[in-house]
C-alpha cells in the first residue's frame, strides 16, 4: 500500500499549478485565521475550476466565503458576463477575502453578501447555474430546499464535506448537530427524483448534484 503522504504529493505534482494570489492566500489564512483548515485548497480548488469551465456558468452561488479561496476558483469558469454571489456570515473575513478579489483582478465580478445564508439566499433575484455549499452543516438541508428553485433544469449544486471526517458511517455521531446536518441532506438528495448526484470522495467529500426536473 502506497504512503497517502507520498500519494498526495505525487497528486499535486500532477496538477496544474496554483496561483501566485492563491498561494499567497492561503498562507494568508493559515497565519490570521482560525480553523485554517476550513480552506479548500489547491487540489479541491483545481477540481471546482475544473467542473465551473466545463459548466461555463452565467452565474454562481457561493454559501460560505471563507477566506475566498474557492470563490476565486469558481470563478475562473464564469461565463464572458458571469457573476458570483458569495455569502458569509462572519463579518470580519470580509476584508481579507475582498483583498484577493481585488488582486486576482474579479472585484466587480464577484458579490460579497455578510449575514445568514438563509435570509440572503431569497433576496437574490438570481438563476444560479452553479450553486457551491460550504457552511453551517446544519443547515445543509434549508440551503437545498432554498436553492432548489434558483436552479435551472440542467444546473448544479456541489455540497463539500458530505462524508464529515467519516462520521456519516458512525452510529455514535448521528446524534451530533453537524452530522445529523450532513445525514439529512445526503438523504434529501438521494430520494429527490428531480436530481442525479454522485460522490467525489476527494477529502471530505463533494457531492455533485445535478438539476434534472423541476
Given at each position: 500500500?502506497?504512503?497517502?503522504?507520498?500519494?498526495?504529493?505525487?497528486?499535486?505534482?500532477?496538477?496544474?499549478?496554483?496561483?501566485?494570489?492563491?498561494?499567497?492566500?492561503?498562507?494568508?489564512?493559515?497565519?490570521?485565521?482560525?480553523?485554517?483548515?476550513?480552506?479548500?485548497?489547491?487540489?479541491?480548488?483545481?477540481?471546482?475550476?475544473?467542473?465551473?469551465?466545463?459548466?461555463?456558468?452565467?452565474c454562481i452561488l457561493e454559501i460560505g466565503t471563507f477566506t475566498g479561496y474557492s470563490a476565486l476558483c469558481l470563478a475562473k469558469g464564469?461565463?464572458?458576463?458571469?457573476?458570483?454571489?458569495?455569502?458569509?456570515?462572519?463579518?470580519?473575513?470580509?476584508?481579507?477575502?475582498?483583498?484577493?478579489?481585488?488582486?486576482?483582478?474579479?472585484?466587480?465580478?464577484?458579490?460579497?453578501?455578510?449575514?445568514?445564508?438563509?435570509?440572503?439566499?431569497?433576496?437574490?433575484?438570481?438563476?444560479?447555474?452553479?450553486?457551491?455549499?460550504?457552511?453551517?452543516?446544519?443547515?445543509?438541508?434549508?440551503?437545498?430546499?432554498?436553492?432548489?428553485?434558483?436552479?435551472?433544469?440542467?444546473?448544479?449544486?456541489?455540497?463539500?464535506?458530505?462524508?464529515?471526517?467519516?462520521?456519516?458511517?458512525?452510529?455514535?455521531?448521528?446524534?451530533?448537530?453537524?452530522?445529523?446536518?450532513?445525514?439529512?441532506?445526503?438523504?434529501?438528495?438521494?430520494?429527490?427524483?428531480?436530481?442525479?448526484?454522485?460522490?467525489?470522495?476527494?477529502?471530505?467529500?463533494?457531492?455533485?448534484?445535478?438539476?434534472?426536473?423541476?
Open positions: 500500500m502506497a504512503d497517502p503522504v507520498l500519494l498526495d504529493q505525487y497528486i499535486l505534482n500532477h496538477i496544474s499549478p496554483e496561483e501566485d494570489f492563491l498561494k499567497e492566500l492561503d498562507r494568508e489564512t493559515h497565519l490570521k485565521v482560525l480553523r485554517s483548515r476550513m480552506l479548500s485548497g489547491h487540489l479541491q480548488g483545481q477540481i471546482l475550476s475544473m467542473i465551473s469551465r466545463m459548466i461555463r456558468p452565467k464564469l461565463a464572458e458576463d458571469g457573476e458570483l454571489h458569495t455569502i458569509e456570515i462572519d463579518d470580519e473575513l470580509e476584508s481579507i477575502a475582498h483583498k484577493y478579489f481585488r488582486k486576482a483582478g474579479m472585484a466587480d465580478r464577484i458579490f460579497q453578501h455578510i449575514g445568514d445564508a438563509r435570509e440572503i439566499i431569497p433576496s437574490i433575484d438570481r438563476k444560479f447555474d452553479l450553486v457551491f455549499v460550504d457552511a453551517d452543516k446544519r443547515e445543509y438541508p434549508d440551503y437545498y430546499r432554498l436553492v432548489f428553485d434558483h436552479i435551472p433544469v440542467g444546473g448544479f449544486l456541489l455540497a463539500d464535506n458530505i462524508l464529515w471526517n467519516g462520521k456519516v458511517v458512525e452510529p455514535e455521531s448521528a446524534d451530533e448537530e453537524q452530522t445529523r446536518g450532513i445525514l439529512e441532506f445526503n438523504d434529501l438528495v438521494q430520494n429527490d427524483p428531480r436530481v442525479t448526484n454522485v460522490i467525489l470522495p476527494v477529502r471530505d467529500g463533494i457531492m455533485l448534484v445535478q438539476k434534472v426536473a423541476e
